[in-house]
Nanobody, 122 residues
Framework: QVQLVESGGGLVQAGGSLRLSCAAS????????MGWFRQAPGKEREFVLA????????YYADSVKGRFAISRDNAKNTVYLQMNSLKPEDTAVYYC???????????????WGQGTQVTVSS
């Protein structure tokens, strides 16, 4: 059983930056591809980014390309989401998730964190 704990969310002005972290425990971190998803009020959960087990392959949602980046440190059992040039429409609860597969479909992911709120003011 893998436990995931996100941190780093908060309130930021448009154009600002935040870095989210997701610490994993209870499993072999390098065995899992990791993803970040987000859910805004009244909307469905959507894919943001994903990274392969080794970190060599990443997937990005079009809405965040050029602004967000995902990385992982397998020695620290942690995945990161660097968010730059934030926009009000990025406001959401951000979740990290782990999968033994790899992809953008949330149904592929077996383990989820509790989420961290990101609010971008205009």
């Amino acid at each position: 059983q893998v436990q995931l704990v996100e941190s780093g969310g908060g309130l930021v002005q448009a154009g600002g930056s935040l870095r989210l972290s997701c610490a994993a425990s209870g499993g072999t971190f390098s065995s899992y591809a990791m993803g970040w998803f987000r859910q805004a009020p009244g909307k469905e959960r959507e894919f943001v980014l994903a990274i392969s087990r080794s970190g060599g392959t990443t997937y990005y949602a079009d809405s965040v390309k050029g602004r967000f980046a995902i990385s992982r440190d397998n020695a620290k059992n942690t995945v990161y989401l660097q968010m730059n040039s934030l926009k009000p429409e990025d406001t959401a609860v951000y979740y990290c998730a782990a999968t033994r597969s790899f992809g953008v479909n949330p149904d592929l992911y077996d383990y989820w964190g509790q989420g961290t709120q990101v609010t971008v003011s205009s």
